[in-house]
């Protein structure tokens, strides 16, 4: 059974800092590229940033210098440090793990930023 759980979202002041993570199990996790992906209110889901089983990284234009993507793949888990948070970050955020065809979700953890 695979799953993908993640933690670390919460409420957070504008310019503030949080780290999300996600573990996963059930899954060859070494050879997945791992994802986040988020959804606000309202908007469709979009991909905030991904790191292939290779190490490589991508970055959606908004989140670029502020957010950083990292595996562990001793743990079988990737996170998102997410630094210099603005309002428009609050979402859903979640954790997706993609091989081919074979793509699976987590349930996802809120992450709000306001004063």
């Known amino acids: 059974q695979v799953q993908l759980v993640e933690s670390g979202g919460g409420l957070v002041q504008p310019g503030g800092s949080l780290r999300l993570s996600c573990a996963a199990s059930g899954i060859g996790f070494t050879v997945y590229s791992m994802g986040w992906y988020r959804q606000a209110p309202g908007k469709q889901r979009e991909l905030v940033a991904v790191?292939?089983?290779?190490?490589?990284?991508n970055y959606a234009d908004s989140v670029k210098g502020r957010f950083t993507v990292s595996r562990d793949n001793a743990k079988n888990a990737v996170y998102l440090q997410m630094s210099s948070l603005k309002p428009e970050d609050t979402a859903v955020y979640y954790c997706?793990?993609?091989?081919?065809?074979?793509?699976?979700w987590g349930q996802g953890t809120q992450v709000t930023v306001s004063s």
């Open positions: 790191v292939t089983r290779g190490g490589n990284v």
């Open positions: 997706n793990a993609n091989l081919d065809l074979k793509i699976y």
